[in-house]
Nanobody, 124 residues
Framework: VQLVESGGGLVQAGGSLRLSCAAS????????IGWFRRAPGREREGVSF????????FYADSVKGRFTVSYDVSKNVVYLQMNSLKPEDTAVYYC??????????????????WGQGTQVTVSP
């Protein structure tokens, strides 16, 4: 399984970006998808999770109310809509696929396949 993120970039605080995660295989009957990020000098952090099979979505407290995860089954793409961005959201964002069901949605070891990451930079 190959995952490719896109949609990162430079945005001012308060702005929005939409990240996409495209896969080389059909995701939704086998995999759950997590979004993670890693900021310089910080550990990888789980941001959001989506399960098509279980109809579940989860968010880290730091992004709740600002980020929205969704999928387009017809395009085999998972999205992360990020609104009201803050400088502390600056990081490389990764999507990852884990065999469904996932026991711990924000535990990176649950995920078998990872994308290469896309840089998100939020200026003050």
């Amino acid at each position: 399984v190959q995952l490719v993120e896109s949609g990162g970039g430079l945005v001012q605080a308060g702005g929005s970006l939409r990240l996409s995660c495209a896969a080389s295989v059909f995701l939704f009957d086998t995999y759950d998808i997590g979004w993670f990020r890693r900021a310089p000098g910080r550990e990888r952090e789980g941001v959001s999770f989506i399960s098509y099979q279980d109809n579940e979505k989860f968010y880290a407290d730091s992004v709740k109310g600002r980020f929205t995860v969704s999928y387009d089954v017809s395009k085999n793409v998972v999205y992360l809509q990020m609104n009201s961005l803050k400088p502390e959201d600056t990081a490389v964002y990764y999507c990852a696929a884990a065999f469904s069901p996932v026991k711990d949605e924000f535990r990176p070891q649950e995920y078998k396949f990872w994308g290469q990451g896309t840089q998100v930079t939020v200026s003050p």
